[in-house]
Each structure stands twice: as C-alpha cells, then as structure tokens.
C-alpha cells in the first residue's frame, strides 16, 4: 500500500481506525517522510515525541475504562477515543524516528525507553477516582490538545501538519463528549453535581503545566490559555460549578512532566504497558 503524500493515507476511505486499520506495519508507509528544507530534524522529532507520548499514555489511562463506564454506550465512546490517540500516538512517534534519523519505530518508542525517557504532561498519567475525574481529565485534555492541533495544520512539515488537521476532527468530538457529560452531571443532582466538581478540583493542579512552553515546542503553549480558558468558563457555567482555586503543582527543580519527571503513577502505567513486549521483545504479533 503507497500513496503520493501523507494527506493521501488519512483519506476517509483508508481510515477504518488509525490504531489498526491501516493494513501496514509502519503508519507513514509510502509517505515522503524527508525534512523540509530548514526545518530542524532533532527539534521536530522531539516535538512530535511529546504530542505523541500525549497521546499514547492518556490512551492507556482511557483503556482502563472498558467495562467500568456507567453505560455501554459510553463503553464505546470511552474506547474509540482511546484509540483515535492510539493512532494520533502511532503516527507521531513514527514521525519523530523518521525526522531525526534514527529510523527509531513506534513500538520501540512506545515498549523499550524509561520512565524518564517519556515526554507527556503529567494529567495524561493520572488514573483511578470515579467517572467524575474522567470526565474532568478529558475535557481538559482535549480542550488543550484542541487549541494546540489547530495551530499545527499550518506547520511547516507536512507530515505534522496533516496528523494535526486529522487529529483536529477527532478531538472536537474528544471534547464535544467530554463537555456534555461534564454539564449532564454538574447541572444535575446534588450527587453528581458533587462528583464533577471533585473532578475538576483533582485535576486543576496539573493545568497550569500545558500552558508552559517547553524550548523544544513549534507552538507557544502559553498562547492557548485564552481560548482554553473561554471554552472552560463556558463549560463550567452551563454545568453550575466553578473553577477551582487550588494552585499549581510544582515540579522537580522546576522540571515536569515535559523534561521527564512525572508523578509516581507513571511507572505503574509503564510496567503494564511495557510488560509483554520487554517479555518477549523479538515476537512478531
């Protein structure tokens, strides 16, 4: 399977699901995967290595959802989103081994480097709690990621450009989901109401983190806290809560989760991840 240009693989008709109906082992099969012509190859493949550890961890975390939504119906929403970042996660990873040379694939990326070695923001690692934190997580997430992939669709790489203007249509419906049901249960009964604003509370302290621009970064993450934050307001004003108060976790020596140092939910994350594939590291699946 070939085809002329990246925008040609992310045809509808050759999307059944990133994750695994693309019929070829590496996602950027037939795509001209060659740097621009003064585009640093190091800096965008650590770039795309964020966006796609994004991706990757808070899909796991989604995962962990099957079977536990309130609804069936949810079951399955819960799971697709997961695996529209799957597939958000397979294309960029494969991306990063490509722009810096290292011809590095998704699954290496993804089963056979360290904690330290991983580069998402530290709210796409957290698990646990009821659907409250869920939806919290989600909305946040996708609201953020939102902003940040509709300033990629212009980039000067065309490889990155066409996985944001994909991943844009996904995630409007990322957070679409996310903002009903963040409304359904803050504007509903004391209980539900209750548990949403718990939501968001636990997962305030990791926000400010988006919003800090790494060196690395081809967008200047501080540059998307006002349209997140009108989206937020308008959210939370439908749903009766209000915004938290709480302050901003702190890293490490001022590092975070872009520079390595996650929570220590990270590590349980990755040896579940990782377990079957550093067990038998040569299997063909």
Known sequence: ?????????????????????????????????????????????AYCLMLGDDALVFSHRLQEWCTHAPELEDEVAIANIGLDLLGQARLLLARAGKADGSSRSEDSFAFFRAENEFRNVRLAELGGGHFGHLIARLFVFSTWRLALLQRLVPAVDPVLAAIADKGVKEVTYHRDYAAQWLVRLGDGTPVSHERM?????????????????????????????????????????????????????????????????????????????????????????
Request: net charge negative; aromatic share 8%.
């Open 1 to 45: 399977m070939s085809f002329d240009n990246v925008y040609e693989s992310l045809t509808e008709e050759n999307d059944t699901r990133w994750a695994f109906g693309t019929g070829f082992e590496d996602p950027l099969s037939g795509v001209d995967t060659s740097v621009p012509s003064g585009v640093d190859g190091d800096r965008l493949a």
């Open 197 to 285: 604003q718990e939501g968001l509370d636990a997962v305030w302290p990791y926000v400010g983190e988006l919003f800090r621009t790494h060196p690395v970064e081809l967008v200047d993450a501080a540059s998307l806290r006002p349209e997140f934050d009108a989206v937020l307001d308008q959210a939370l004003a439908a749903a009766t809560l209000v915004r938290p108060s709480s302050g901003e976790l702190a890293g490490v020596s001022g590092r975070t989760g872009r520079d390595g140092v996650h929570t220590e939910q990270m590590g349980f994350l990755l040896a579940e991840l990782q377990s079957v594939a550093r067990a038998m590291p040569d299997a063909k699946w």
